[in-house]
């Protein structure tokens, strides 16, 4: 089995460093063009099932990528991005940071020291929750063989990556947020699996 984690395209709220979480924001102008760069790079690739986050902006990604193929879009929360609670829309920009949360930057730099925003969910949460459902995936037998792509985000794809991989979550972030439609490849069938290659971006 084949499963493509691609993080959606750029919307306004990436360009200006606002936190997104389960806010529903479109994709802007370049986070299409992202996609459709991306979608003409895998025209090739002979996916059997599709699955996104229920986020419009991850679902607008899945649907350019899988372009002209007669497959079902599958919505499903467990590859929703982690919620940031109280704090969306707020802005981690130098200059412009309103989080009432000084230590907030714990998110990105120390995970394992974080506190969940009031109303937020956990990393711990989001982990289980998304590597719970790509587990799922990979042990259901009418899986076997084939190819997925998933559309999903940051957080939720470094959930995905570092709860197969039981990653202790002060090394959650690994090599950093993965950039917009940046396709990460996981092969394998039930327990026994790999990442092929990640973060690859094809623009």
Known sequence: MDIYLIRHGETDY???RRL???TDIPLNERGIALAEQTARELLEIRFDKIFTSPLVRAKKTAEIIRGERKIPII??????????GDY??????DGKYNIPDP???DFFQAPQKYQTPPNGESIADMSERTAGFVREVLLEPENRGKTILMAS???AIRGVL???FRVPIEEFWGGGVHKNCAVTLLRGE???FEIVFENRVYY
Do not use: C, M
């Open 190 to 192: 039930g327990t026994d």
């Open 88 to 93: 969306e829309g707020l802005t981690v920009l």
């Open 103 to 105: 230590h907030f930057l």
């Open 14 to 16: 990436n360009k200006g």
């Open 153 to 155: 985000h940051g957080a």
């Open 20 to 22: 997104q979480g389960v």
């Open 75 to 84: 919505v499903t929360d467990g590859l929703r991005e982690i919620s940031f």
């Open 162 to 164: 570092s709860g197969l």
